[in-house]
C-alpha cells in the first residue's frame, strides 16, 4: 500500500543554518504531494504541496522538489529561523481524497 | 470565518465511559475526516465522510463510530473507552480540487 517515510528527528540546528528534511514514499500512480507543519499546541497548517513530477512547492522560505525517479520530496529551507521550530509531516494523497502522512519530524532551532 | 471547530479540547475518561468528540467546519467542505496523533506514528487516519450520509473506514477505525447527517458536521463516538485511545484527535475537512486539508485544533483525551 502507500505509505511515507520520514526521517527521524529531533532535528536541532542554530538560527540561520540550511535545514533538510527527507522524505520519501511509497504509491502506485502519480500521488500528490505535501508538507504540513504543526506548531507546538496547533492542529497542523499545510506548508506547502506538488501535484506533478518536477513540481517544486514553496512557502515561507521552504521549497520541495517532487522526484519522480527517487520518490523523495525532501524539504529544504536556507536559513532557519528559532520561529520555524515545529513538528514537520511529509503526506501523500493518491486518487481518493485521503491523506497518508509521514510519523513527523520534531526541528528545534536554537538562537 | 471559523474554520474547522473541535470539541471538547481536553477530556479525561474512565474505561469503559462512552463520549462523543465533535467537530463543525463552516467552509461547505464534502471531505471530513478525523484521525488520532500519537508519538512516534505521525497521524492515523480513523474515519472519513464524503458527503452527507456517507462514511467509510480509515487505518484504525475500531472501537470508534462516526455518522455524518450534515456537511458541517462529522461526530467521532467512541463507544467504550480504553486506554489504548488516549491520544490527541484531529478532524480535518478538505475538497476534492486541491487536495489540502484544513485541521481543527485537536482533542487530547485521556483513559484512565
Known amino acids: 500500500g502507500n505509505s511515507v517515510t520520514q526521517m527521524e528527528g529531533p532535528v536541532t540546528l542554530s538560527e540561520e543554518a540550511f535545514l533538510t528534511i527527507n522524505c520519501t514514499y511509497t504509491?502506485?500512480?502519480?500521488?500528490?504531494l505535501f508538507w504540513y507543519v504543526q506548531y507546538p499546541g496547533e492542529g497542523l497548517q499545510l506548508l506547502l504541496k506538488?501535484?506533478?513530477?518536477?513540481d517544486k512547492g514553496s512557502n515561507k522560505g521552504f521549497e520541495a522538489t517532487y522526484r519522480k525517479e527517487t520518490t523523495s520530496f525532501h524539504l529544504e529551507k536556507g536559513s532557519v529561523q528559532v520561529s520555524d521550530s515545529a513538528v514537520y509531516f511529509c503526506a501523500l494523497r493518491d486518487s481518493s481524497y485521503k491523506l497518508i502522512f509521514g510519523s513527523g519530524t520534531r526541528l528545534l532551532v536554537r538562537p | 470565518n471559523a474554520g474547522v471547530t473541535q470539541t471538547p479540547k481536553f477530556q479525561v475518561l474512565k474505561t469503559g465511559q462512552s463520549m462523543t468528540l465533535q467537530c463543525a467546519q463552516d467552509?461547505?467542505?464534502?471531505?471530513m475526516s478525523w484521525y488520532r496523533q500519537d508519538p512516534g506514528m505521525g497521524l492515523r487516519l480513523i474515519h472519513y465522510?464524503?458527503?452527507?450520509?456517507?462514511?467509510d473506514q480509515g487505518e484504525v477505525p475500531n472501537g470508534y463510530n462516526v455518522s455524518r447527517s450534515t456537511t458541517e458536521d462529522f461526530p467521532l463516538r467512541l463507544l467504550s473507552a480504553a486506554p489504548s485511545q488516549t491520544s490527541v484527535y484531529f478532524c480535518a475537512s478538505g475538497t476534492g480540487n486541491t487536495g489540502e486539508l484544513f485541521f481543527g485544533e485537536g482533542s487530547r483525551l485521556t483513559v484512565l
Open positions: 467552509m461547505n467542505h464534502e471531505y
Open positions: 504509491a502506485t500512480g502519480y500521488p500528490s
Open positions: 506538488a501535484t506533478k513530477a518536477d
Open positions: 465522510s464524503v458527503g452527507a450520509g456517507i462514511t
